[in-house]
Every structure is written in structure tokens, then in C-alpha cells.
């Protein structure tokens, strides 16, 4: 069994790599001594647009590069994990957004294209 979760541990890792994934009360923090934005990713095991995000949107050099600026990233598995209240779902993935006083600043359900998304963070930069 515990070789089984240090498997599912590595492989996740390696599909977050060009992400600093961090607990929750971890992000958040760093997010006062950084002055940074939390984004919480609300995600599940078999979600198509889950993986678009992790595998197509989250691998471009421009994503990376504007998210890395600003702010700092949470994986939340709504079926493993504890989800903070307050961060609803509909359907996966959904991204919170939250100040570093832990207030939701936005939101973005289901997936989006890496163009969609630097765009929201860049919004995100100017309300922060």
C-alpha cells in the first residue's frame, strides 16, 4: 500500500513540475509575505479538462512565466482532500482566487486555453 501511494505521490509531482503546488494554509502564508494571489484548483481523478489544464495550459513557457510573478498555486482533489469553506464547485476544474486575507477576488469554471488564462491573470494583477 504505501508503495502504491509514494507511485501516485511521484507521479503527480512529475505532472505538476512547472508548478509550485502548496497546502493551503501554506499559500496562504505565503501569499501575506509575499504579497501574492492564491489560486485554488478544485480538481478530481478522470477530469478531461483537469488534465487540459495540467498537460497543455499549465506546460506554456507564457503561462508560467505571468502565474510565477504573482501568485501561488493549491491542488485540492474534492474527493481526497479538505476543501476550505467557502470554495464551492460545480463541476471540475474551478479556480479560486483569493487575497492573501483569504477573500475571493474571482473565479474560473471548467477549463480554459492558455491564451484565456494569462489574460484572467493578468486582470487578477490589476484588481490585486
Not at 477576488?105 to 489574460?119: C, E, L, P, S, W
Request: glycine share 4%; with cysteine; aromatic share 12%.
Amino acid at each position: 500500500m504505501k508503495k502504491i501511494i509514494l507511485l501516485m505521490a511521484f507521479v503527480a509531482t512529475s505532472l505538476f513540475a512547472d508548478l509550485n503546488w502548496v497546502k493551503y494554509s501554506a499559500a496562504i502564508k505565503q501569499a501575506k509575505a509575499e504579497n501574492k494571489i492564491v489560486m485554488v484548483m478544485l480538481s478530481k481523478q478522470g477530469c478531461p479538462a483537469c488534465e487540459y489544464m495540467k498537460d497543455i495550459v499549465f506546460e506554456s513557457e507564457n503561462v508560467m512565466k505571468e502565474f510565477n510573478k504573482h501568485f501561488i498555486a493549491v491542488y485540492i482533489d474534492i474527493h481526497d482532500d479538505y476543501i476550505p469553506n467557502g470554495l464551492t464547485f460545480i463541476g471540475t476544474p474551478t479556480f479560486h482566487f483569493l487575497s492573501k486575507y483569504e477573500t475571493k477576488i474571482d473565479r474560473i469554471d471548467g477549463g480554459v486555453n492558455a491564451k484565456t488564462f494569462i489574460d484572467k491573470l493578468k486582470e487578477l494583477e490589476v484588481k490585486h
